[in-house]
């Protein structure tokens, strides 16, 4: 196998390398439709992680014709309403050099992807940002981030779905739930879905 690195991750894992996160949605899919043998298939944003793998070279075959430039299908769409009033929007109003209305504007292009979730149950990393918008961190997080809370960090952007400590720049805030355990799919933007951010 040439385009995947393959290694053992504990007993009973094996993880995958990749080159991006769109590769990442990519094999997991893949392997999904495939009925790879294993208990978990979870993309990471470089990374795919098997869990509860019984045999790892029939894993390697089954993954054998999975090439990175198919990309990943497409989810289904969420469009999230903001009220973007964040305490960061001018500070990365001046970041992007434009004003409030040229972020809400910008963000609100961008069709979004799930790439992964982490950091707290139904938190999605979302891809999609262009790397010239980057931006970096807070130097000190803050001690309490409130629900609903839009950011980003990096090149990544995200919703705070409960209260937290957290130190992405904030541009705003939506009141939809992004996690509750009595859905049948508790996370509203599990991996793959597409996202829209739309101003209210």
Known sequence: MDVLDLRAFGPAAVLAEVADSAAARSLAAYARAARVDAEEVVPGARTVLFD????????ARRLADWTPDGGPERGPLVE????YDGADLHDVAARWGT???GVVARHGEIEFVSAFCGFAPGFAYLAGLPEEHAVPRLDTPRGRVPAGSVGLAGSWCGVYPTASPGGWRLLGRTELTLWDP???DPALLAP???VRFVPV
């Open 52 to 59: 509860g793998v019984r045999d790892v070279d029939g894993l």
């Open 182 to 184: 009595a859905r049948y």
């Open 80 to 83: 999230v309403p903001v009220v």
């Open 192 to 194: 793959g879905t597409r």
């Open 99 to 101: 004003d409030v209305d």
